[in-house]
Each structure stands twice: as structure tokens, then as C-alpha cells.
């Protein structure tokens, strides 16, 4: 089992910047990757950007490239979402997650929620227009 608990949400004004914290305790040894979704109101749930912990590699939804960029710390066992540029249209409830399964072909670069194994409860951020 994985857990993992966010930081880092809050209310900003459009145009200003956020980073969000996830933490990860338990077997985080086993997960292949780190991922970040977002849920906002009346919508699905859809894929932010993720970051395999061996290598780094990196994947971004279009919506968040180049505004948003995703770090890790393996040593600290932590995920970072640093999110700049901020629009309105990025308010959402941000979510944490792990990948027990290694992550291939679509599955890594355009990932659904099924294919994470483990959620945080999730952050809030708003951004004021």
C-alpha cells in the first residue's frame, strides 16, 4: 500500500503561481510513477502531468504545457506540481496519484485515472479571474 497526502492549494489571483506537495509513504519503492489529476466542478476527472521516478521522464497534458512543470524527490519520497501562469479555467480539486504498474505506449502519454493505483484526497485550487 502507498499513501499520500497533498499540500499547497489555495486562492489566486489569475496569472500568479502555485506549487503543490505530495508526499508518499509506504511502499513507494514498488510504484513506477507519480502522476497529478484535477477534477472541477460538474466535469471528469482529467490527467495534469506525471513523472516516472527512475529517469524523471515527464508527461503533460496540452492544457498545462508550459506553464506547469512536474519534479520529484526520491530520497523524500515527494512530488511537486509548480503552476504558473494561472487561469481561471485551472480551478479544480488536484489530486495526487501512484502507478504500482509500469506505464507504457498511451497508458504513459495519455493516462486515465484507472490506470493509477493509489489517490491522495486531493487539494483545492481556485484561481480568481
Known amino acids: 500500500q502507498v499513501q499520500l497526502v497533498e499540500s499547497g492549494g489555495g486562492l489566486v489571483q489569475a496569472g500568479g503561481s502555485l506549487r503543490l506537495s505530495c508526499e508518499a509513504s509506504?511502499?513507494?519503492?514498488?510504484?513506477?510513477?507519480m502522476g497529478w489529476f484535477r477534477q472541477a466542478p460538474g466535469k471528469e476527472r482529467e490527467f495534469v502531468a506525471s513523472i516516472r521516478w527512475a529517469g524523471g521522464s515527464t508527461v503533460y497534458a496540452d492544457s498545462v504545457k508550459d506553464r506547469f512543470t512536474i519534479s520529484r524527490d526520491y530520497a523524500k519520497n515527494t512530488v511537486w506540481l509548480q503552476m504558473n501562469s494561472l487561469k481561471a479555467e485551472d480551478t479544480a480539486v488536484y489530486s495526487c496519484a501512484a502507478a504500482d504498474r509500469g506505464l507504457f505506449g498511451s497508458r504513459w502519454l495519455a493516462p486515465t485515472a484507472d490506470d493509477y493505483d493509489y489517490w491522495g484526497q486531493g487539494t483545492q485550487v481556485t484561481v480568481s479571474s
Open positions: 509506504g511502499r513507494v519503492f514498488k510504484t513506477d510513477a
